[in-house]
């Protein structure tokens, strides 16, 4: 098959994670709505940190399959941004503070207490991906961060609103999302262009991002399962 033209590339890349992505899930939907219990969205913090714990490890996966420096150092910004230049900083720190702030005891968080086996699965099955497949296909598996800079916008109005009990300043996390987000998708995505010039390279690309949406689509329903929707008064 012929490839697609740069643009119908990343229109088809939009298209199908955007379709995928797990703000359409049911538990993501009512945490959304003001739906959720304390411990439900509480839950939803302590077990979204063992994912978050994971994405500094794949990025190191990331760096060591290029040859290139200029990416190596580009892409060595995402484990900074969540790793911190040191310690008390990064997104890993705004994320126990997350934890904090929603009540949880943030030494229990940081050692996993409480993580539900399937999340770990999904998440493990996430990096298991990035480590097997190719840079281009590892690369691209990240590109759910198109849609991030939306969702988080939305998810600090809805907190805000819904959830009162949590403190503000523990969404910091959340609000340095918004801009970085689109820093990192727009990296990844020239990156992603430039290397799938075949249609059989595109579509390895395609099948990489959908893959991912089902490893964050799989932590949800990992936590409706353990914590129905049907349990919400």
Not at 180 to 202: C, H, N, P, S, W
């Amino acid at each position: 098959m012929t490839a697609l033209s740069p643009e119908a590339f990343v229109e088809r890349l939009r298209q199908e994670g955007a379709q995928r992505y797990h703000d359409h899930h049911p538990f993501h939907q009512a945490m959304h709505a003001g739906r959720l219990t304390r411990k439900q969205l509480q839950e939803w913090v302590r077990n979204r940190y063992y994912y978050q714990s994971r994405i500094p490890i794949k990025d190191a996966l990331i760096v060591a399959k290029s040859e290139d420096p200029a990416f190596r150092r580009m892409w060595l910004r995402r484990i900074r941004d969540q790793d911190g230049e040191q310690g008390g900083e990064g997104g890993l720190e705004k994320w126990l503070r997350l934890a904090e702030g929603a009540g949880l005891p943030r030494a229990a968080v940081a050692r996993f207490d409480g993580v539900l086996p399937a999340v770990r699965f999904a998440c493990d099955a996430y990096v298991d991906l990035v480590r097997s497949r190719s840079l281009l296909e590892a690369v691209a598996s990240s590109l759910t961060e198109f849609f991030a800079p939306d969702l988080m916008s939305r998810r600090i109005d809805a907190w805000e609103q819904h959830y009162p009990w949590i403190d503000g300043a523990s969404l910091a996390y959340f609000r340095s999302r918004v801009t970085r987000a689109k820093l990192d998708a727009d990296d990844a995505i020239g990156f992603v262009t430039a290397m799938a010039t075949t249609r059989e390279t595109q579509d390895q690309a395609i099948a990489a991002l959908i893959r991912k949406t089902e490893v964050l689509w799989a932590l949800l329903d990992a936590l409706q399962l353990a914590y129905p929707l049907d349990a919400i008064p």
